[in-house]
């Protein structure tokens, strides 16, 4: 799902655009940007233009190009906003209408233009890879920002087709150049066979949700900016309430909610995860993806230890179950609840009864799995075993046996011969008030020894005592 | 460093240019010999040429003719506007 290193984005070097930036013209940023460029002062540049700058095509080329050589350049060193900064340019330019105006072969066939760009493509990629490499663990964040646009502005350009109007950028550039609300419009309201072009209905929500009002908030997941996400929720919550109806909404809602959640719940804030997960309940439709998504986040072995973490992950499961009792809510729902019950039960804070009853719904949810079987059983013998305990020890040995009989498990029977054997014991060291209630307590456990186990090898033991009691008796 | 400055030769300088420029480049000895012969390598292969000529070929004309023309329009760039620039093209 979401990235965990969260970019650097306070950088000194990247701190606030310049401010002669801000209150330049646009005219003069244009100026100043080819100067920039004409100088090779490749670095400040990213600095010079703001928002609808980067509509022209001209100032998109020089940032699509100076990203690439800076980022050449400063290799391992460069930051991660400069990294995203070269993908959205980058990007952004090889699918413009102008690009063709920069490609070698521009004289050529369309044909050529092609493989040049997909040549470009690779050198991006290439790039975009080198650099996630060198910062081992926190790089996958950057493949993977790389790979999402990419699929995205492939699918989407091939629905425009020929006369396009609307550039193609990425969904942050988008954004940053205020064309969002266009592009949303063209590509996922007005074009015909929009969601054919997706794998599936889902696929088109999510990628419209990236240009629709919960965008924002999706990109700042995207670089595991959590807390600045859910501040961004809050404002989108004050501004509409959070009533919007739109699909792509609610899917990127529902995204960013999710993502928000588990770092929550990773971070040890359990009632914010808790709060959040539940929340977001149901998921929108055409969620399943989504939805194996958070269940494969609360189903995880490293949370099985961790009895916090177990407890929100059976709550959510809990809601999510009444909601969508798919095999796979079941199968998630199933285990979590497991682990718990097992792991409340090892700590002492859940009593027999209780996991019984944990695991009866567990199993009923999925008596496929293996674990919650074996615990299911355990919980079982354990409170047979407990009766049985209960009723021998208040002399109801006729009750113990048919407990012993009854059940299934031989651990059971197990327990009332050696319980049969502290009794023979405490009659043998002539504990009992008197030879008669003595005798009859041992006809007793020898009838309800023959009714558990008659091949059982203290049956015969138990009859040789009875014999000899008998023998005291008419000797008396 | 953009290899074409180094070597002070324009993107449609043929083999024998560059080879030619790397030369006078040691000689006159403004840059490191390791630059120069980086640079010279780059622009002889044709697979890592074409791609610096990419890089580093910007037509800015097309900006700098807008941004001379006052650009009261410029901030409120629209689609039509990028229409407009395709034309010019």
């Known amino acids: 799902m979401v990235g965990k290193n969260q970019d650097n984005a306070s950088s000194k070097k990247n701190k606030a655009p310049d401010l002669l930036a801000v209150t330049a013209t646009a005219s003069d940023r244009a100026l100043l940007l080819v100067q920039f460029w004409q100088a090779e002062r490749v670095r400040k540049m990213r600095e010079i233009s703001l928002g609808s700058d980067f509509l022209h095509p001209v100032v998109l080329e020089l940032h699509a190009k100076a990203s690439y050589i800076v980022l050449k350049e400063e290799g391992r060193r460069a930051e991660p906003t400069e990294v995203r900064h070269f993908i959205d340019c980058w990007l952004s330019f090889l699918f413009h209408p102008d690009l063709f105006r920069s490609l070698s072969g521009k004289r050529g066939s369309a044909e050529q233009q092609r493989l040049e760009c997909l040549d470009l493509l690779e050198a991006g990629e290439k790039m975009v890879r080198k650099y996630a490499e060198q910062q081992g663990e926190g790089g996958e964040q950057f493949i993977r920002h790389w790979e999402e646009d990419v699929a995205l502005l492939k699918i989407l350009s091939n629905l425009v087709g020929e006369g396009r109007e609307i550039p193609l950028y990425t969904p942050s550039l988008a954004w940053q150049a205020g064309i969002v609300a266009d592009i949303f419009a063209h590509f996922f309201r007005k074009t015909q066979g929009g969601q054919e072009a997706f794998v599936d209905q889902e696929g088109f929500l999510a990628a419209g949700a990236l240009y629709s009002g919960v965008g924002p908030a999706l990109l700042l997941v995207r670089k595991g900016q959590y807390d600045a996400a859910k501040n961004e929720l809050a404002a989108l919550r004050k501004k509409s309430g959070e009533k919007n109806s739109d699909s792509f909404f609610a899917y990127g809602l529902a995204q960013v909610k999710i993502a928000c959640g588990l770092d929550a719940l990773e971070q040890g804030h359990y009632e914010e995860a808790e709060e959040m997960l539940i929340e977001l309940l149901p998921l929108p439709l055409h969620s399943s993806g989504l939805e194996q998504e958070l269940l494969a986040a609360l189903d995880q072995e490293d949370r099985y230890l961790n009895v916090d973490e177990l407890i929100v992950c059976v709550h959510v499961l809990t809601s999510l179950h009444k909601h969508s009792s798919t095999k796979a809510v079941k199968k998630a729902f199933c285990s979590v609840l497991t682990h718990q019950a097992v792991l409340l039960h090892n700590e002492g804070v859940l009593d027999g009864k209780g996991l019984l009853t944990s695991m009866e719904k567990a199993v009923s949810l999925n008596p496929d799995d293996e674990f919650a079987r074996m615990a299911f059983d355990d919980a079982q013998m354990d409170a047979e075993i407990l009766a049985l305990h209960q009723t021998m020890s208040a002399g109801k040995l006729a009750e113990a046996s048919r407990i012993a009989k009854k059940s299934s498990y031989q651990g059971v029977a197990d327990q009332f011969f050696i319980f049969a054997a502290q009794v023979m014991e405490q009659v043998e060291t002539e504990d009992y008030p008197d030879d008669e209630s003595a005798f009859f307590m041992i006809r007793q456990l020898l009838e309800g020894a023959l009714q558990v186990d008659s091949k059982h090898r203290m049956v015969q033991e138990i009859a040789l005592l009875l014999d000899k009691l008998e023998d005291r008796l008419e000797t008396l | ?89």
């Open chain 2, 1 to 89: 460093m953009n290899p074409y400055r180094l070597l002070n030769i324009s993107p449609e300088a043929t083999p024998r240019e560059i080879v030619q420029a790397s030369a006078l480049a040691l000689r006159e000895n403004k840059h490191s010999a390791r630059d120069i012969a980086e640079a010279r390598k780059q622009l002889m292969n044709p697979a890592t040429r074409r791609l610096l000529d990419f890089i580093h070929t910007v037509d800015v004309e097309p900006l700098l003719s807008d941004a001379g023309e006052g650009l009261a329009s410029f901030e409120q760039i629209s689609f039509e506007r990028v229409d407009i620039f395709d034309k010019q093209v």
